[in-house]
């Protein structure tokens, strides 16, 4: 199973920032999955965005709720990320993380991230 985010490398302040991130190998229609996004700013640790659980409620971080939003579309094994209005503070490499649970093992499956700069 490999994990590969993509998107704009630069995006300009008060725009869109969208991200996709597209699993590859495996079949993610049965069992349990989620899909989890994090980002860490330069100099920073990692920041939790959200996570869209299996049979549950997509959750957002409280910091980044009221501009996040998440999304999957499980026949083309993607999911996407769209953070509104952003800023200078949102740039940071982003990665996706991608969970299984098979036979009660749970398996995760990171991308190796995807930088963003927001910059006008």
């Known amino acids: 199973v490999q994990v590969q985010e993509s998107g704009p490398a630069l995006v300009k302040p008060s725009q869109t920032l969208s991200l996709t991130c597209t699993v590859s190998?495996?079949?993610?229609?049965?069992?349990?999955?989620?899909w989890t996004w994090v980002r860490q700013p330069p100099g920073r640790g990692l920041e939790w965005i959200g996570i869209i659980p299996f049979g549950a409620s997509t959750t957002y971080s409280p910091s980044l709720k009221s501009r996040a939003s998440m999304s999957r579309d499980l026949s083309n094994k993607q999911s996407a990320l769209q953070l509104n209005s952003v800023t200078p503070e949102d740039t940071a490499v982003y990665y996706c993380r991608h969970s299984r649970v098979i036979s009660g093992i749970r398996y995760d499956y990171w991308g190796q991230g995807t930088q963003v700069t927001v910059s006008s």
């Open positions: 190998g495996g079949s993610i229609t049965t069992g349990y999955h989620s």
